[in-house]
């Protein structure tokens, strides 16, 4: 398979080896998200006209669905300030590269938490006060402030960066979707690292801390846990480690094995389904039971979403697997293997609701810009431009090209998968095919 080794130019190696240009683009983005919780919670709770919504909600996740994740994979990961300060904390320095004694814990995750489960249950909690998180700002910097705190608290805790690859809500799905984008990190030859003493890009050295995503370079082989934190191009002794460009969806060629992944998959697939009809729809009861949070119609909706998510839609997919080879039963193992097409499928379906979300709210990310706080500022000049959905002609289209390429990208997906978890791909297919026309329903 082709692949373009973007670290042999010697300016953009260079520039991953030097901590300097990481660092300075995650301290503005910490400071970005640290006023992100302080206009939250003393600006104005018109959440439209909010900084923590318009840039979090809005400018960000459309940078992180539409551009981020499709084409950078874990690319998000590498400039995230969340992490930030509890790398310091650990390493006890913030740019000095030398391994140090810990001056915490540095205790181990255990090993039944060393899955993505615990990201599951974490983005399926925000999922389901999404209705509130995504409007009113308060409830937006009290999220941001926990995730911050929880993983700095992590940090002190457990060794490298506990709460990015365990617990993160946002790091779950980035990593699922990171196996279709066209950029990857993997070593070069294999016989280098069987050779190499220490192994300095997973333990560190006095070059830097090894990899802070407790994943061994030498044994990669998907995008899912590698955060790009770029600590093992600057360890390893032998330049053995490269970025490379390369197809879209390699990483799908190997179906995933794993049950935490296929019901991550399916958790997104579901929340997207969801989203499209409580966000964008018309139906006001639904729309109140979703912001009406502890209320009775609250619980009935949550039961609904958790029922379709965790029951309806893998039930579903099973049976339909089951009926692609009735005579051999689909294990769990099987079943995660035959659910692979759910991740392009899944990718397509949220680029699509992102599209619409983001391009009808998008002039409030100018109208916060200038009064970022709600207080009558107009520091651009911007404050008092009126809302208007940008390019609405165009979003429908696009939304239509967007799923119809998921649906195909699906299939193709099926066609390769299903050979391997020795099931018929046509009652996948159809699966996708239903899916889709749901979704497309609820969009258009």
């Not at 540095?106 to 899955?115: D, I, L, Q, S, T």
């Not at 002190?156 to 960066?161: A, G, L, T, W």
């Not at 066209?182 to 070059?207: A, F, H």
């Not at 590698?226 to 093992?232: A, H, R, V």
Request: charged share 10%.
């Amino acid at each position: 398979m082709n692949r373009f080794e973007l670290t042999r130019s010697p300016l953009i190696k260079s520039a991953l080896k030097n901590r300097t240009p990481q660092l300075a683009v995650l301290v503005l983005m910490l400071a970005g998200f640290l006023f992100a919780i302080m206009a939250g919670l003393i600006g104005t709770p018109v959440g439209n006209h909010n900084f923590s919504i318009a840039f979090v909600w809005i400018a960000w996740w459309a940078v992180l669905i539409l551009v981020a994740v499709p084409f950078f994979g874990r690319g998000w990961c590498a400039v995230c300030p969340i992490p930030v300060v509890g790398d310091w904390l650990q390493r006890g320095a913030v740019l000095e590269p030398s391994p140090k004694k810990p001056n915490w814990l540095n205790w181990r995750v255990p090993a039944r938490f060393r899955n993505m489960w615990m990201q599951n249950i974490s983005f399926t909690l925000v999922a389901l006060f999404s209705s509130v998180i995504l409007t009113t700002p308060v409830v937006t910097s009290v999220v941001l402030a926990a995730m911050l705190f929880l993983a700095i608290g992590l940090s002190m805790v457990f060794e490298r960066r506990a709460f990015c690859r365990y617990l993160c809500p946002v790091g779950g799905f980035i990593g699922l979707y990171a196996q279709t984008a066209p950029m990857e990190l993997r070593i070069k030859d294999k016989k280098t690292c069987v050779k190499c003493v220490g192994k300095p890009c997973y333990n560190g050295s006095e070059l830097g801390a090894g990899c802070l995503w407790d994943v061994f370079p030498g044994g990669l082989t998907k995008n899912t846990y590698c955060g790009l934190c770029m600590e093992c191009i600057r360890t390893c002794p032998h330049d053995n480690i490269a970025v490379n460009l390369r197809p879209f969806s390699t990483d799908l060629a190997t179906p995933t094995r794993k049950l935490d992944e296929a019901f991550k998959a399916f958790i997104m697939v579901g929340a997207a389904l969801i989203y499209a009809y409580v966000l964008m729809g018309s139906n006001g009861a639904v729309k109140l039971a979703a912001y009406n949070v502890f209320t009775p119609e609250w619980f009935i909706y949550a039961a609904v979403f958790l029922a379709f998510i965790f029951v309806l839609l893998p039930g579903l997919y099973w049976l339909v697997a089951q009926s692609g080879n009735v005579a051999l039963p689909v294990s769990g193992k099987r079943f995660a293997m035959a659910s692979t097409p759910l991740i392009p499928l899944g990718l397509m379906f949220w680029v699509a609701f992102s599209l619409s979300f983001v391009l009808t709210n998008a002039t409030y990310i100018l109208t916060a810009l200038s009064d970022p706080l709600g207080l009558g500022w107009n520091l651009f000049g911007t404050a008092a431009i009126a809302w208007q959905p940008l390019l609405s002609s165009l979003v429908t289209p696009a939304q239509t090209l967007a799923l119809v390429g998921g649906l195909v990208w699906a299939a193709r997906t099926a066609q390769k998968s299903a050979v391997e978890a020795r099931v018929s791909p046509l009652p996948v297919i159809v699966y996708c095919l239903v899916a889709t026309l749901l979704m497309l329903w609820l969009l258009l």
